[in-house]
């Protein structure tokens, strides 16, 4: 599975961005889905996921309420809308799939830099 993450950039805090993860599988709502980040000299850290379906979701305590992620299978993507942002929010955003719903996952894209200023 190819993923392609895309929709970073510099936003004022309380701004909003979404970010979109397009992939190459035909067989994409096979894969569970989930959006990670990284901050300059932290350890990766998960943020959410959705299950194949899409009616299973789970988030990091960190943004609970202010981010939801979707999917559109007839589409390919995975999308994390970003409401409400802080400058701890600041990182590089990635994407991954994983044909099961739990963690770790399997396939990951690039990352998309999410730039958060005060």
């Known amino acids: 599975v190819q993923l392609q993450a895309s929709g970073g950039g510099l936003v004022q805090a309380g701004g909003s961005l979404r970010l979109s993860c397009a992939a190459s599988e035909r067989t994409f709502s096979n894969y569970a889905l989930g959006w990670f980040r990284q901050a300059p000299g932290k350890e990766r850290e998960f943020v959410a996921r959705?299950?194949?379906?899409?009616?299973?979701?789970e988030y990091a305590n960190s943004v609970k309420g202010r981010f939801t992620i979707s999917r559109d299978n007839a589409k390919n993507t995975v999308y994390l809308q970003m409401n409400s942002l802080k400058p701890e929010d600041t990182a590089v955003y990635y994407c991954?799939?994983?044909?099961?719903?739990?963690?770790?996952?399997?396939?990951w894209g690039q990352g998309t830099q999410v730039t958060v200023s005060s």
């Open positions: 959705v299950s194949r379906s899409g009616f299973r979701t």
């Open positions: 991954a799939a994983d044909p099961t719903y739990e963690l770790p996952y399997t396939y």
